[in-house]
Nanobody, 123 residues
């Protein structure tokens, strides 16, 4: 069982940056693949980025490649999403997610979810 708590969201102007954090409970954080998703009002949840349990591989949605960076610090039980060059279309509720490192990392099936943190990008 894993509990996830996101933070770092807020209001930012287009072109600005934010860093989201996801703090995980438990003593087996290093064994989980981690991901970020987002959902805008009235739209379906959208994949953003994934990082494998060992941090050696990452995968990004085409819409954020070159702008967002996912990373993790297993010693702090935390995963991050650095968001640069933000656009109004990045506005959404951002969710952290986790799944067993025994599962394929580059799929969108995750077992544990945080409550989300809101990111609003103004023009």
């Amino acid at each position: 069982q894993v509990q996830l708590v996101e933070s770092g969201g807020g209001l930012v102007q287009a072109g600005g940056s934010l860093r989201l954090s996801c703090a995980a409970s438990g003593r087996t954080f290093s064994s989980y693949h981690m991901g970020w998703f987002r959902q805008a009002p009235g739209k379906e949840r959208e994949f953003v980025a994934t990082i494998t349990w060992n941090g050696r591989s990452t995968y990004y949605a085409d819409s954020v490649k070159g702008r967002f960076t996912i990373s993790r610090d297993n010693a702090k039980n935390t995963v991050y999403l650095q968001m640069n060059s933000l656009k109004p279309e990045d506005t959404a509720e951002y969710y952290c997610a986790a799944k067993s490192g025994r599962l394929p990392p580059f799929t969108q099936e995750y077992d544990y979810w945080g409550q989300g943190t809101q990111v609003t990008v103004s023009s």
